[in-house]
């Protein structure tokens, strides 16, 4: 086993020209600045690639419904949660579009050297289980796809797998293929994958558009509802839109935490920010909506509880099975399939690439982890999560309030307590001689603390949605767990440190720095001059010991 880890180390470009382990723990070619060469995104690209993975948001919509909200409230909660998520997201996306370096690097900046690697590690953990989930739903359209193909030679496939496993053969089938077209974009890296994600928004509006009309002309239109949660009394119906914001919240959580990762290829300042805002409520609302009307005029027709894509699917295969009927809906599978593919790609497996790379620097860059969380899947078991809309409302509304604090206290040390000054050097260097990052032997205690209270508030409420008896209070801050556990962790991360600075703040406050001071210009894309932070990451380079040809 010794001889095996190290020959996977010095198999890698990652490992330093010296065996220097202490460079090699803090800084690997994913982890260093972008160079300008690959700061390829502009606002155009960011456009698409934020419909590309917004614009696939059918169950959402769909869920809404199925936990007890009529049509037109979830279209309500979905936009108003959406225009939260969008502007949490923009916010967030600042310090990598500026000193464009991925999340890794801004948790250590904000967490400490040490302190990242629970945070990091934490992401990592929820993008693994994400991206299974996704997979388990690229799945299902595989499952259209081969039941339109082969019929009942796919159908008829008898089960050899134990019933308590929660999956058939044939669906299991079906995620084994899935998972093996992932496989191979596990070798790109963001900036080689923006004409995929152009590709991915064509196929995603006739898909879509072309179910929701199938279903509107099939059922006359007649959209009515199978919910009456709104007849309820005030108080119900209000907690109820809450859990909807909240889960909507939740849903994007993933986005809003991962922003770093998307803003560090960008082209300019800007590009990430004001598409963002304008992009992700429309297409998220839009496809929901979609998925929510298509659901209640079918679920009213056919008598029904169906609350997803790939059942509607099932369903017009038994209805109308037929030649026509069979290559329309392998058509319409097959562009969802596509759609899962690259949200799974951007949202999931891009994150976890990235949080591996700081995890395991000297042995594991961003494509290696990508392949890792494609074995990692397979131990999550998704069918278990996705049994049925409740389940999956509980696993997104409790996702979020382990990403809400991470973010808030993101946010209020860049924008109010550091002033936007990352300093870039400093993120390589885990030792009591880094001023700014090392904080008290490597952990920001005061964000710990702030990330601890964030988080303990709604965390009662979660337990009881996964069954433990709860009081009504705990219920109903559960409701609002995302929202509470961000304003928590922002508001009394500000207070600590306004009685407690850390270091790094003082260091700040000293040299008397404006907002970005110490940020690269914008006028460098046009420019022969080096960029500050390219001289920065040639230092760091050389003083860690890597090749002056690293590839970033």
């Known amino acids: 086993m010794l001889r095996f880890a190290k020959h996977v180390r010095e198999s890698t470009k990652l490992r330093p020209v010296q065996d220097n382990v202490e460079a090699s723990r803090w800084v690997n070619e994913d982890l260093l600045p972008t160079p300008l060469e690959k700061q390829t995104w502009h606002w155009w690209n960011y456009a698409t690639f934020y419909w590309s993975i917004s614009f696939t948001n059918w169950t959402l919509g769909s869920t809404m419904v199925g936990i007890g909200l009529n049509w037109w409230a979830s279209i309500l909660v979905i936009f108003i949660s959406q225009s939260i998520s ?118 995603s509006l006739p898909s879509m558009f072309g179910l929701f009309i199938w279903a509107m002309v099939d059922t006359n239109g007649r959209i009515g509802s199978l919910y009456s949660s709104l007849s309820q009394s005030t108080s119900a119906t209000a907690w109820l839109i809450l859990a909807g914001i909240n889960s909507g919240l939740g849903n994007t959580a993933t986005l809003i935490t991962n922003q770093p990762d998307f803003a560090r290829w960008a082209r300019s300042r800007n590009a990430p920010v004001w598409t963002q805002l304008a992009v992700n409520p429309i297409a998220v609302t839009l496809s929901a909506s979609l998925g929510i009307l298509s659901t209640s005029a079918v679920n009213v027709k056919y008598g029904t509880d169906i609350w997803n894509q790939w059942d509607m699917l099932s369903l017009i295969l038994d209805t109308y099975w037929s030649p026509k009927t069979r290559f329309a809906v392998f058509l319409c599978a097959f562009a969802w399939l596509v759609q899962i593919l690259g949200t799974n790609i951007a949202a999931n497996m891009i994150s976890f690439g990235s949080d591996a790379a700081m995890l ?75 001023e700014n990052y090392y904080y008290h032997r490597g952990w920001n205690l005061q964000a710990v603390a702030a990330y601890i209270v964030g988080i303990a508030l709604p965390f009662p409420g979660f337990c009881g949605q996964l069954g433990a008896t709860v009081s009504t209070a705990a219920a109903h801050m559960m409701n609002l767990a995302w929202i509470l556990s961000f304003m928590t962790s922002f508001l009394l991360y500000i207070v600590i440190c306004s009685i407690w600075p850390t270091r790094n703040m003082r260091y700040v406050k000293e040299k008397e720095y404006s907002f970005e001071q110490v940020a690269p210009g914008e006028a460098y894309h046009d420019s022969e001059t080096p960029r500050d932070e390219e001289i920065v990451c040639e230092e760091v380079t050389m003083s860690k010991g890597l090749p002056n040809n690293t590839q970033l």
């Not at 991206?131 to 359209?141: N, P």
């Open 86 to 203: 969008s502007i949490a997201m923009a916010f967030n996306s600042r310090a990598a579009s500026v000193y464009h370096i991925g999340f890794p690097c801004v948790a250590r900046s904000v967490f400490g050297m040490w302190g990242s690697y629970y945070f990091v590690g934490a992401r990592a953990v929820m993008a693994v289980i994400w991206y299974a989930v996704q997979l388990y739903s690229g799945a299902q359209y595989m499952s259209n796809i081969l039941r339109s193909i082969f019929g009942y030679h796919y159908t008829g496939i008898g089960n050899r797998l134990p019933e308590s496993i929660g999956i058939s053969t044939s669906l299991m089938i079906a995620f084994l293929l899935c998972w093996l077209i992932h496989l191979p974009f596990c070798y790109f890296r963001p900036y080689q994958l923006r004409k995929f994600f152009w590709f991915k928004t064509a196929v």
């Open 360 to 434: 395991f620097p000297s042995y594991i860059n961003m494509r290696r982890g990508q392949f890792l969380a494609q074995l990692l899947a397979w131990a999550v078991c998704p069918w278990k999560i996705l049994a049925s809309a409740a389940k999956f409302q509980t696993f997104l509304g409790g996702y979020g309030i382990f990403m809400a604090s991470v973010v808030a206290i993101m946010l209020s040390d860049y924008f109010l307590l550091t002033k936007g000054n990352v300093f870039v050097a400093s993120l390589y260097t885990g030792n009591q001689a880094n």
